[in-house]
Nanobody, 121 residues
Framework: QVQLVESGGGLVQAGGSLRLSCAVSGRTFSTYSMGWFRQAPGKEREFVAAITWSGINRYYSDSVKGRFAISRDNAKNTVYLQMNSLKPEDTAVYYC??????????????WGQGTQVTVSS
């Protein structure tokens, strides 16, 4: 069984930075592609970023491209989301997800419980 636990969320002023972490249990972490999604109140869950198992290929939504960076450390079973130049519209619950393939739809097999990110203006 694969379990995902996010951390690193919080309250930050616009223009600030946060780094989210997602710790993944299980010995097969290095074989999974990982994604970050977010969901704001009253809105659908949306794709933020994803990374293949090797870390070579990375994908971003247009809304975060150039500001956010996804990375992974397979030795630590952890995926990260570095968020810079944060905007109030980035406020949401952020979820990490794992599956065999990278997709931008919220159809990943495994999900974390989410971590709240709030950006004040």
């Amino acid at each position: 069984q694969v379990q995902l636990v996010e951390s690193g969320g919080g309250l930050v002023q616009a223009g600030g930075s946060l780094r989210l972490s997602c710790a993944v249990s299980g010995r097969t972490f290095s074989t999974y592609s990982m994604g970050w999604f977010r969901q704001a109140p009253g809105k659908e869950r949306e794709f933020v970023a994803a990374i293949t198992w090797s870390g070579i290929n990375r994908y971003y939504s247009d809304s975060v491209k150039g500001r956010f960076a996804i990375s992974r450390d397979n030795a630590k079973n952890t995926v990260y989301l570095q968020m810079n130049s944060l905007k109030p519209e980035d406020t949401a619950v952020y979820y990490c997800a794992a599956d065999a393939s990278v997709v931008t739809a919220p159809t990943y097999r495994y999900w974390g419980q989410g971590t709240q990110v709030t950006v004040s203006s």
